[in-house]
C-alpha cells in the first residue's frame, strides 16, 4: 500500500531536515506541489520562517516563453520563491533522500485568471461569476490545463491531480461569509454553471437554456424559503458536466506519460478540488484519491462507494483540525476496512512537531 505525504516547495528547500523527518513517518512519496492556487501557509517547522504568502496562483516551473507566449490563459511564477525551478529543485531533495516526488497540479482553480478573463469562469443561475472557477466547457479552458499539467509535470514520477473538473459556489475565501447560507439542495443548483458553454451542452440535450435558468432560480429561492426546489432536468445537467469533466481529463491525461492519483468525489454532484466521479473516471487513471478528512464513520461510506467504480482508492486524510487525535485511530482502521489501498497524508509542512506522531501513526494505514 502506498503511503504520500502532501508539501509545498517551500517546506522543503531552506530545511535541511525535511526530506529525513518526512521519510522517518513512513511516507515513500512525496506530493509537491508544482502548479497551485494562492494560499497563505504556515511553516512551523521551517528554520528560517513561519508563514509563506503565496498571493496567487503560480506554477512552480519555469513558465516557458516559448511554450505559453501565444497563449490568453497562461500561469505566471510565483515571485515569493528565490529560484524559477523551486519544485525542481525540492524534488532533488527529496530524492536524495530516497523519496518518489508526484507533481501536485491544481487545474481549474485560479482567481486570477478568472478575473483577468471572467468569460471562461463559472457563472451561476443568477449570472453571478466564480472567479476562482475556471470552466471545463470551454476548450480554452481545457487547451490551458492540458499545457499546465504537462509543464508542472516533467520529470515528476507521477502525478497528483487536483481540480480535474469544475468548481462550485462553495469556497474558502478571505473572510468568507456564507457558511450555513443555504440548504444542500441550494448548493447543488448554485454550482451549476450556466456560462454559454454550458449552455451550448444544454441546447445539444433538447433543453432550452433559458427556461433551465429560470428553473435553477426558482429551485433556489424554493428552498431559501423552507420549501423544496424542483428542478426536472438534473440528468441532463448533469450529464453536460461530466461530458466536460471528461473532455478535460482525456486532455490533460493525452499530455502526461506517468501515473496519475485523481482527487474525485463518488457523489458525482460533488465540485471543488475532489470532483464528482463521472462513469469512466476511475478506469482512465491509476487510483483515485478520496477526501477523508472527517473522522466521523460515515466517512468511510466514501471509499467503499469510490473502490466500486473500480480500481485502487487512497484515502486523503489530515491530521489538522478538525480531526481530533484520539478519533484518528478508529479513522484509519474503518477506511483500511473500507477497502483503502493507499493513503495520503496532509499535511507534512503544516502539521506543527506535536501533531507529526499523528502522521506517523496514519501512514501505518498504509503499512
Known amino acids: 500500500m502506498r503511503v504520500t505525504g502532501h508539501a509545498y516547495p517551500w517546506d522543503v528547500l531552506g530545511d535541511a531536515s525535511f526530506a529525513r523527518r518526512v521519510a522517518a513517518l513512513g511516507v515513500s512519496t512525496v506530493a ?62 527529496l530524492r536524495a533522500a530516497g523519496l518518489r516526488v508526484a507533481a ?60 480535474c473538473g469544475q468548481l462550485g459556489v462553495t469556497h474558502g475565501s478571505h473572510h468568507e461569509k456564507s457558511d450555513g447560507a443555504w440548504t444542500s439542495a441550494a448548493r447543488q443548483w448554485l454550482s451549476v454553471c450556466c456560462c454559454a458553454a454550458c449552455q451550448a451542452g444544454w441546447s445539444a440535450r433538447g433543453l432550452d437554456p433559458p427556461w433551465v435558468v429560470s428553473t435553477l432560480r426558482d429551485a433556489i429561492r424554493s428552498e431559501a424559503s423552507g420549501l423544496a426546489g424542483v428542478v426536472p432536468f438534473a440528468d441532463a445537467l448533469l450529464a453536460t458536466r461530466h461530458a466536460a469533466t471528461d473532455l478535460l481529463r482525456e486532455a490533460v491525461l493525452s499530455e502526461l506519460d506517468v501515473p496519475v492519483r485523481l482527487h474525485a468525489h463518488p457523489d458525482p454532484w460533488e465540485t471543488g478540488s475532489s470532483p464528482g466521479l463521472t462513469p469512466s473516471a ?15 464513520p460515515e466517512t468511510a461510506d466514501l471509499v467503499v462507494h469510490a473502490a466500486r467504480a473500480g480500481g485502487q482508492v487512497d484515502a486523503y486524510v489530515t491530521v489538522l483540525p478538525p480531526a481530533e487525535a484520539t478519533d484518528l485511530p478508529d479513522h484509519a482502521r474503518r ?20 501533531r507529526h506522531p499523528l502522521l506517523r501513526e496514519m501512514a501505518r494505514l498504509g503499512a
Open 104 to 163: 501536485w497540479v491544481v487545474l481549474t482553480h485560479n482567481s486570477r485568471l478568472g478575473r483577468e478573463c471572467p468569460d471562461v469562469a463559472v457563472v451561476n443561475c443568477f449570472g453571478e461569476r466564480y472567479a476562482y472557477a475556471l470552466c471545463p466547457s470551454w476548450p480554452e479552458v481545457r487547451e490551458y490545463a492540458a499545457l499546465l499539467a504537462a509543464e508542472a509535470a516533467r520529470d515528476a514520477d507521477e502525478v497528483s491531480l487536483e481540480a
Open 335 to 354: 477506511l483500511h476496512e473500507a477497502g483503502a489501498t493507499g493513503v495520503n497524508l496532509y499535511h507534512l509542512g503544516l502539521a506543527p512537531r506535536w
Open 32 to 93: 509537491l506541489a508544482a502548479a497551485y492556487h494562492a494560499t497563505r501557509a504556515a511553516t512551523p517547522l521551517h528554520p528560517g520562517r513561519q508563514l509563506v504568502d503565496a498571493r496567487h496562483a503560480a506554477l512552480y516551473r519555469p513558465v516557458r516563453a516559448s511554450v505559453w507566449s501565444s497563449r490568453r490563459l497562461c500561469p505566471i511564477e510565483p515571485d515569493w520563491m528565490s529560484t524559477e525551478d523551486s519544485f525542481g529543485a525540492a524534488a532533488d531533495e
Open 282 to 296: 476511475a478506469d482512465s487513471v491509476a487510483s483515485l484519491t478520496v477526501p477523508a478528512w472527517s473522522t466521523a
